[in-house]
């Protein structure tokens, strides 16, 4: 089986400017989730997809937003990117109700 | 605020020798707790997880230990070896595979020979 796969791995952005980061979800996985580590912190929980809809959100501002498609991948979306957007961002698919998590090695994202 | 905390940023061992990772959470809530290793250029990789309705789960060389009256949990790793060296995050959640994982800070082991 397949597991996670992210792209791009990095990536160099503009303040201001808009991204989007891919996701690939483990084979037979229906549900992603988005995190964002910063340098020195744990993973930090953006939101949730299942069923193409969203299923629960941390705390974090309306510019970043995403989607799932029919086959369960899904797109992360920052829009007007700040310096503090700097981080890695890192997908993890599931299958809602079992246990375990499968992260993908995530996109480096570096706002100048 | 901070439920999942990991207070000490890193750890050295000898080869082994047996490592113990800490954890403490604030939210009495949580019904699981995991243990995550990451190595540089990856995602994070599961390790063990323990429900909290237990106090020990074992899986080979590691052990996750739960103390619910403290919330305090550990990760024991006998023996350490080198390839163990990585960030280790200590994560929680509601119910598995549908809730969100918070994640402690992580604390970075190095095993030396």
């Known amino acids: 089986e397949t597991g996670v796969t992210q792209s791009p791995t990095h990536l160099i952005k503009t303040r201001g400017q808009q991204v989007t980061l891919r996701c690939s979800s483990q084979?037979?996985?229906?549900?992603v989730s988005w995190y964002q580590q910063a340098l020195g912190q744990g993973p930090q929980f953006i939101f949730q997809?299942?069923?193409?809809?969203?299923?629960g959100r941390g705390n974090f501002p309306p510019r970043f937003s995403g989607l799932q498609f029919p086959n369960y991948s899904s797109e992360l979306n920052v829009n007007a990117l700040e310096l503090d957007d700097s981080a890695l961002y890192l997908c993890?698919?599931?299958?809602?109700?079992?246990?375990?998590?499968?992260f993908g090695s995530g996109t480096r994202l570096t706002v100048v | 605020d901070q439920q999942v905390k990991q207070n000490s940023p890193s750890l050295s061992v000898q080869e082994g020798r047996i490592s113990i990772l800490n954890c403490d959470y604030t939210?009495?809530?949580?019904?699981?707790f995991l243990w995550y290793k990451k190595y540089p250029a990856e995602g994070p990789t599961f390790l063990i997880s323990?429900?909290?309705?237990?106090d020990k789960n074992e899986d080979g060389r590691f052990t996750v230990f739960l103390n619910k009256s403290a919330k305090h949990l550990s990760l024991h790793i006998v023996p350490s070896q080198p390839g163990d060296s990585a960030v280790y995050f200590c994560?929680?959640?509601?119910?598995?595979?549908?809730?969100?994982?918070?994640f402690g800070t992580g604390t970075r082991l190095q095993v030396f020979p």
């Open positions: 994560a929680a959640s509601g119910r598995l595979g549908t809730d969100k994982l918070i």
């Open positions: 939210n009495s809530m949580f019904d699981y």
């Open positions: 993890a698919s599931s299958l809602r109700g079992n246990d375990g998590y499968t």
């Open positions: 997809y299942y069923r193409e809809e969203e299923n």
């Open positions: 323990i429900s909290s309705i237990k």
């Open positions: 084979s037979g996985h229906n549900t």
